[in-house]
């Protein structure tokens, strides 16, 4: 999302205003950006995958706990979400639940491989004001995206992709999560998002979900990560990042956008079965907030979670603190330390001052926490024989699914 | 134009402000959205999918009134604004106009 700071430089009236961010750091009324994967079901099978998608959860919301939920964000004014997975569009009711929202006044923004974007979808989806798409792509050749996203997906975006242009659906996004095999063909990304009249968005690789077993091979390497900054800082604003890079702004300078953590203060994630994470990297019991089914729903999830009340708190730069740089980065990234086994309040993994490198190096990566929930395909999915490495994660208990349990969180732990 | 989702939060492009007339009436947008902060108030305007911050109270009670009054200068006035204090109120207002967040109503 676009943010201008409209006001006042300096307060007009006495008393003194924190700076934006500060305030931001607070935690605020409603979340700004909420992400929403409404199914764990995908027709891929990517190997960074940030939720370990794949099958479908039989505790998925149902359709009308979807709207309840669509109700209480209309209530709190969250203006849009953004909707992924999973794939979302294979849900039966996702038509039907954009057009609730939407009816609702609750934008949406939604991630897709571009599955079912076929002409007719396109033109629907072309002529609302308060629909946007956004295609996830993660190379700007088929080698390089089919690598990471598997056999036929670089065709099953680049079809999306026309089939929105001819609509005239202008200015979708196309989605990219950078990494070492990828960032040398930035130039071509641009090249392509442009020929389609979309507008490109880069997002940082995250070592979460299925991202856990492949972040170590797949992240950027050192150098990359500066010519990625320097290419980011020459592109301005007309490339969106998802905010996620600014533990590069040591580097020469804060990127456009909000440099902090949004984790519980201006973002978080609702996953398929309605629990509540602190951000959409961190699928984990240790940021786990609440679920919507619970009494009080997401409303009291935001503003009550003890969980999210010490993420507003202000908090330490623990090793970090005396870093000259650590107002710019911040520490970086909660979730990117944490699946990687570093402490929260130590330096990101990929510390641009190399103190993240020097932290793996002295980590025991087998004791670094392991994602939580994983819905991956047990078996090969269309076009890829190989099934993608599985883990057996510890989930929570289940939840109940019958409709007259008393308490819908009984043996949830939290 | 832009939207973003994300981890971080939300980030983009400030408008460049134009020349603003405190003498015309002018109105929220109709797409827009303003949400009360805390420390003022976010706004969304639907149809470019842009977000705007307002930073205190102050410009939120303009921005709110705005629609009532025949002009921004007498909504900024009705809100306390001090004459010394109204070319910030202006910036914030033209950067808002630039943005589409408001706009110029016909004149009663």
Excluded at chain 2, 39 to 50: E, I, K, Q, S, V
Aim: charged share 20%; net charge negative.
């Amino acid at each position: 999302m676009t943010a201008a700071t409209v006001a006042p430089e300096r307060p007009a009236q006495p008393q003194p205003v924190p700076k934006l961010v500060q305030q931001f750091e607070l935690g605020l009324a409603a979340p700004i950006c909420l992400t929403w994967e409404l199914t764990y079901a995908c027709n891929l099978a990517c190997v960074h995958c940030l939720s370990s998608s794949g099958r479908r959860d039989p505790r998925e919301l149902t359709t009308a706990e979807c709207k309840a939920v669509i109700d209480t964000l209309e209530r709190m004014q969250v203006f849009y979400v953004n909707i992924g997975g999973g794939e979302p569009t294979v849900r039966p009711d996702f038509w039907e639940l954009v057009g609730y929202a939407t009816a609702h006044h609750v934008g949406v923004k939604f991630s897709t491989n571009g599955i079912k974007i076929d002409p007719a979808v396109a033109r629907r989806l072309a002529a609302s004001d308060y629909v946007d798409v956004q295609i996830s792509l993660d190379g700007a050749t088929a080698e390089v995206n089919d690598a990471v996203r598997g056999p036929g997906s670089f065709a099953t975006a680049l079809r999306a992709m026309e089939n929105l242009r001819a609509a005239g659906f202008e200015g979708f996004k196309v989605s990219v999560v950078m990494t070492r095999h990828n960032i040398s063909q930035l130039d071509e990304l641009k090249e392509l998002a442009d020929c389609y009249g979309a507008q490109l968005r880069l997002t940082r690789l995250r070592p979460s979900g299925r991202g856990a077993d492949s972040w170590h091979e797949l992240h950027p390497a050192a150098g990359q990560q500066r010519q990625l900054y320097d290419w980011l800082v020459s592109h301005g604003e007309q490339v969106l990042t998802g905010d996620s890079f600014f533990h590069l702004a040591p580097y020469g300078g804060p990127l456009p956008g909000l440099n902090l953590c949004g984790a519980g203060r201006v973002v978080c994630l609702i996953d398929p079965v309605g629990d509540v994470y602190a951000c959409p990297f961190a699928i984990h019991q240790e940021f786990w907030a609440g679920n919507v089914r619970a009494d009080g729903g997401f409303e009291s999830v935001w503003r009550d979670s003890e969980l999210f009340a010490e993420l507003r708190r202000p908090q330490s730069g623990g090793a970090c603190a005396s870093c000259q740089f650590f107002d710019s980065c911040r520490g970086g990234c909660m979730a990117a330390k944490f699946f990687t086994g570093l402490p929260l309040d130590g330096p990101d993994p990929e510390c641009v001052q190399g103190y993240g490198t020097e932290a793996l190096n002295a980590a025991d990566p087998a004791a670094a926490p392991r994602p939580a929930l994983d819905h991956s395909h047990r078996g090969g999915v269309r076009g890829r024989p190989e099934p993608v490495p599985v883990t057996i994660g510890s989930r929570p208990q289940s939840l109940p699914t019958h409709a007259c349990d008393e308490n819908p969180l009984a043996g949830f732990p939290g | 134009m832009s939207t973003k989702a994300a981890p971080g939060g939300c980030g983009g492009s400030s408008p460049r402000a134009s020349t603003f007339d405190l003498d015309q009436p002018w109105r929220v947008d109709d797409r827009v959205a303003v949400r009360p902060e805390p420390f003022g108030a976010l706004l969304y305007h639907f149809g470019t999918r842009r977000l705007s911050f307002l930073k205190n109270t102050t410009v939120l009670a303009v921005v709110r009134s705005l629609a009532e009054h025949p002009s921004a200068r007498s909504a900024c006035a009705a809100a306390g604004v001090t004459p010394a204090a109204l070319p910030v109120y202006e910036r914030a207002l033209a950067t808002l106009a630039a943005s589409q967040m408001i706009s110029q109503r016909a004149a009663p």
